[in-house]
């Protein structure tokens, strides 16, 4: 899902979007934020970087037990001002009907949490395991549909937001 969202997204953006997977920043559990702690995990400075310099961000999650990962949870929980004001999407997606729904609300709420702007459109993926061919392509015209328009919508969204903190900027 963050893999073909991420081409979806270059295809309707000349901005700068990279694809950051948790996997390569394997964080011990959260016993302090960001600013506060003495001696920071490794590779948490580089995190903390790359989230503060972006524009926007979309967070996406397979949903475990009615939410995102603790993963991601865990990473969130480090940080605060790295999220401010800023736009942030959410994609959810797992294995059932309902692909996502709940995780997608849950990663909404956090996103409004730490000072973020949640859009309100989400990007759901049901049937996951299904749902894309050995090419990573979706096999359903509505899914990939799905990712078409959340894909512009986001920009769009990120756009706008961007643009009045730039003009807030040069006030």
Request: glycine letters at 8%; charged letters at 25%; hydrophobic letters at 45%.
């Amino acid at each position: 899902v963050a893999e073909y969202l991420t081409t979806k997204l270059k295809e309707n953006s000349s901005a700068d979007i990279h694809l950051l997977d948790l996997l390569d920043y394997p964080l011990p559990i959260m016993e302090e934020t960001y600013g506060k702690l003495s001696k920071k995990p490794s590779g948490l400075e580089e995190l903390q970087k790359l989230l503060q310099e972006a524009d926007a961000m979309v967070w996406v999650s397979p949903e475990y037990h009615g939410t995102c990962t603790g993963a991601l949870k865990n990473m969130l929980d480090y940080f605060w001002a790295e999220f401010y004001r800023k736009p942030i999407g959410v994609a959810a997606a797992a294995t059932g009907r309902i692909g996502g729904l709940n995780a997608s609300s849950s990663m909404q709420q956090l996103a409004l949490s730490v000072g973020g702007y949640a859009m309100p459109l989400k990007l759901i993926v049901p049937y996951v395991d299904k749902a894309f061919d050995e090419n990573g392509v979706p096999i359903e015209a509505d899914i990939e549909k799905g990712f078409v328009d959340f894909a512009k919508e986001f920009l769009w969204f990120a756009d706008a937001i961007v643009a009045k903190k730039l003009a807030m900027i040069d006030k």
